[in-house]
């Protein structure tokens, strides 16, 4: 359970807070024995917040949560295919901050920063500081949308787009919501699994209050980031008229067993979420040791929905470059 005194401070406090160094994490959870398998990149150092690493088992190397987040030596090892900008993001940035690729959906990059480095994450090489917008990129930003009517939906990401101020947020959504076009934001973000009073009253009003349709898409691996308070902060979020969604990546020795993908399918739903995608690992570098192959992946699904009703079961899928939508796995019962 989470310690009580870490979630009674705002969670601006707890994001301050957030544990950076690897002595104090091992410290915390009684693992200084793998001291010596930590490897931290300089671009991506270790970054997780007290709530998060509450919710750890103290002595357990394996906790499914720590593996996310302990910054490993096999990160260190080189692997074809492996690359820094596995989606090829770069090449859809038609105006600065914006990323283009769906046709109707259009992706806003409102912070470089997360509350958390989770080691597997695709956007770890991304090259925040020439991709962020600016004030004066606002009205830039407005005339694009403007000049594709084919846009209905606003995707705020980052980095995490929770990570800003509520000021800051509420800005872009006064921006986005005086677009008459847009019907839809979506907010994508890890923030409500790691620091769950991140969903605090001023932020759930607001979003109730928006003359758009709110979707949050969290982004929770394991049952075990959902505990009794994070699942009551989602429900709050349910009841302000969120849809709730989620999305999980398939993490070798983490999630990557039918027990775990049920139990997680199941913790989502009684805390108000809908199980959403199930992605393959993204190939980027550093992270090869996170993947499974597509095979196991695809008898998982399969396992999934044979014990699962249909809306538990997260769609399997994979990100490609230049490929405007999720491709799906192809999970065709050949036996």
Not at 103 to 115: H, K, N, Y
């Amino acid at each position: 359970m989470i310690n009580h005194l870490i979630t009674q401070k705002n969670w601006q406090t707890q994001l301050s807070e957030a544990i950076t160094s690897i002595d104090e994490l091992l410290e915390i959870l009684q693992l200084q024995s793998l001291r010596s398998e930590v490897y931290v990149p300089e671009h991506f150092e270790l970054r997780v917040p007290r709530a998060f690493v509450a919710k750890m088992t103290v002595g357990d190397r394996d906790d499914p949560l720590l593996r996310q987040v302990l910054p490993h030596q096999k990160e260190r090892i080189t692997v074809a295919g492996y690359v820094a900008d596995p989606l090829a993001e770069n090449a859809h940035n038609p105006v600065k901050g914006v990323l283009h690729k769906y046709q109707s959906r259009l992706l806003l990059t409102l912070t470089g920063a997360c509350a958390i480095h989770c080691r597997y994450c695709f956007r770890q090489h991304f090259d925040y500081s020439a991709n962020m917008p600016t004030a004066s990129a606002k009205q830039d930003i407005i005339d694009y949308i403007s000049a594709h009517p084919e846009i209905n939906e606003i995707i705020l990401s980052g980095g995490d787009p929770l990570n800003v101020t509520n000021r800051r947020l509420f800005a872009w959504l006064d921006t986005l919501e005086a677009i008459e076009q847009l019907t839809t934001i979506r907010i994508h973000t890890r923030l409500p699994l790691v620091i769950p009073a991140r969903l605090d009253d001023a932020l759930l009003e607001r979003l109730a209050q928006s003359c758009c349709q709110i979707v949050m898409v969290i982004h929770g691996n394991h049952a075990n980031e959902i505990d009794t308070l994070t699942a009551e902060y989602l429900r709050r979020a349910r009841a302000a008229g969120i849809t709730l969604l989620n999305q999980a990546v398939l993490l070798k020795g983490i999630n990557d067993s039918v027990s775990a993908q049920m139990a997680l399918s199941q913790r989502l739903f009684a805390a108000g979420v809908l199980p959403y995608y199930l992605h393959v690992l993204d190939k980027v570098a550093g992270a090869a040791h996170f993947d499974r192959d597509e095979r196991s992946a695809i008898e998982l699904y399969w396992s999934l929905l044979a014990k699962l009703p249909g809306y538990l079961v997260p769609k399997l899928v994979r990100e490609l470059p230049n490929k405007p939508f999720k491709v799906p796995i192809n999970v065709y019962n050949d036996k």
